[in-house]
Every structure is written in C-alpha cells, then in structure tokens.
C-alpha cells in the first residue's frame, strides 16, 4: 500500500468527542471517612447529587473511576482534600486521567511529579495542609451560625390537619448542606409539605428535610393531623434541630413554639372566638403565600371569615360554617 493510501489516524483521533476528566478514588477509605464522621450514605448522595446506590457502589468498588467533579464533591462533603480519597499506588497519588484515555497521556492532575527526596515531600504537604487548613478556617462553612425558629398554631381540634413553619436563619449565605429535623407527637400524621420531605421515620415520628442551602433564609412547612383520639385540653409535644454541615456538630435546637393545645377551634381562630377576622386571615397569608401548593385548609379559612363565624361539630367531626 502506498504512502498516499494510509489511513490518516490523526485526523481520526482528533474526530473523537471530549470526555469529562475522571479520578480514580477509593471505595474503602471513603466509606471510612463517612463512618467515622456519622455520615449516611443518603447525605453525601444529597451533597454529590447522585442517588445512595451509586455511593454505595462507589464504596463497593464496582465503580473506581469516577467523574473528577463528584470526586470533589465527595471529598467537599467528607470535609477532606481530594487526595485523601484517591487510590493509592506505592504511596503515590493516582492521576486524574481523561476518561476513555490510554494511560499514556499526560496526566490532568497533579501537574508535576514531586521529588522523591524526603525533605522536599514534608515542605510540599506542610505547605499543602497548611493552605487547606487556612482556607477552610477563613472561607468554610464553620463561620456560619444558623438558628431556626418553630410556628405553631394555639390550638386544633382532634383528627384536624394544621400547618408546622420552620423558618431557618444563617448569619450569611452558603453555600452549606442543612439537615432540618423534627419529632412529631405521639399519633400525629404529616399529610403533606413543602418542599418535600427527604425521609420520615414512621417508627420514631422523625421527618427530615437534607438541603444546600445558598441563601439566608429559607422557610420549611409540613401539615400534621393530630389525633383522633385526642382529647379537649391534652398538649401535642413538638422537637427538632438544625445541623449544620456534617458529623454531628453544631446542632442547634428550633426554638420557638412547642406545643399545640387540642380545643374545638379552628387553629385560624387565634383568638378561639368562633370567626376568623381580617387580622388572622391576613396573618395566614402572610405567612403562607409563598407555599400556594402546601395543602392547609386555605379554601376553609376562606369561607370562614367571608361568613358569619364557625363552630365544631363533634358528633360529625366536622367545621360548621355560618352564612
């Protein structure tokens, strides 16, 4: 075959779609990191943004090479530096190489190969942790303070629905991962919310909401029936924290209102005195038009306050509206 009739396999290689940077990273010491920092494997899918299979696969091993951008994210959500994660191969980093490479290219990171020489090594990981200590002190999340504060109405009628705000406050915007607990009272049932909930633990009448948040304020809603078998004057127990970031620490208590009292009242009706006036009407849309989805009652409380009052049926377990 001549020269001329040589298939031109530069141009073919040249032809071929880019492929995202990948990384190389170890299953084991990851699930490590996140055992001994009391991590689920459902949080650091919430911060990656991948689903609890695909960390647990990447624990496993079934899947060593990974997206260098979920690499970082996990190593972000490990609070570790993206290093501490990547296989190791006779006590030196692995590369990050470009997906569907070779081997022989060059590799993306790190950019230079470090000396052997023991000297040279300590300086460079003094000088490496020392950066990453620094940046974290100044730029992490640990300088943010966060605090969240419980609304509850006074009072509700057994197996009536009523609305549970959580309003979260950080000293300044994130971006920080959030976990936003609450214990329900015995009995109790969360017919909706907003946003959804992350998980509910029937068992321990726990919901959880995981969020990255990047704003200052942001405002969580549920809807709770309280028991059918309640009883007049009987007291409905709420609980709940915030942590922020990861391993447990600072976990701040919601602090507000705890306690919702069962009477034959709307939970409307702040002032249990049979009508809904234009002063409670617009307390509730104030604090809930901003969630027009969440399912509270709004059509109710409409027809109540445009009407003459209401009562509680207990025989039909039901509001009476007057006309």
């Known amino acids: 075959m001549g020269m001329m009739d040589k298939p031109d396999r530069t141009a073919a290689t ?6 995202p940077p990948m990384a190389r990273i170890d299953g084991v010491r990851v699930r490590s990191l996140r055992e001994s920092k009391g991590l689920t494997q459902l949080y650091l899918a919430t911060v990656v943004g991948v689903t609890t299979d695909t960390i647990s696969r990447w624990e496993n091993r079934r899947y060593p090479s990974i997206k260098l951008e979920n690499a970082e994210k996990l190593a972000q959500a490990l609070e570790v530096e993206l290093q501490a994660i990547l296989e190791q191969d006779d006590g030196e980093p692995q590369p990050v190489r470009s997906a569907g490479g070779t081997g022989n290219e060059p590799p993306v990171a790190p950019p230079a190969r470090r000396s052997r020489a023991s000297w040279i090594l300590l300086v460079a990981l003094v000088a490496v942790l020392g950066a990453g200590v620094a940046g974290y002190l100044l730029f ?7 605090s969240a504060e419980r609304i509850l109405p ?3 009628p057994a197996g009536q629905s009523f609305p549970v705000l959580i309003r979260v406050r950080m000293s300044k915007a994130g971006p920080v991962s959030l976990i936003i607990k609450e214990v329900l009272p015995p009995a109790c049932v969360v017919v909706d919310s907003e946003p959804a909930l ?11 909401w995981i969020r990255r948040a990047k704003t200052r304020h942001l405002t969580f809603a549920y809807v709770v029936r309280a028991p059918t078998g309640a009883v007049a004057g009987e007291h409905l127990d709420f609980a709940g924290s915030i942590t922020l970031k990861q391993g447990g620490r ?3 208590p919601t602090l507000g209102a705890t306690t919702i009292t069962v009477a034959p009242f709307h939970w409307a009706d702040t002032n ?3 009508i809904v006036d234009d002063e409670e009407i617009l307390t509730v849309y104030d604090r809930y038009s901003d969630m027009p ?4 009652g709004r059509n109710l409380i409409d027809n109540i306050w445009a009407g003459r009052g209401y009562y509680w049926d207990h025989k039909t377990g039901k509001y009476v509206v007057l006309e």
Request: proline share 5%; no cysteine; hydrophobic share 30%.
């Open 14 to 19: 040249n032809s071929l779609p880019s492929t």
């Open 250 to 252: 600072d976990l701040v």
């Open 154 to 156: 006074a009072h509700v």
């Open 293 to 296: 989805d969440l399912k509270f």
């Open 140 to 146: 992490g999340p640990h300088d943010i303070t966060v």
């Open 272 to 274: 249990s005195d049979g």
């Open 198 to 208: 992350t998980t509910f633990d029937a068992r321990t009448r726990t919901v959880k």
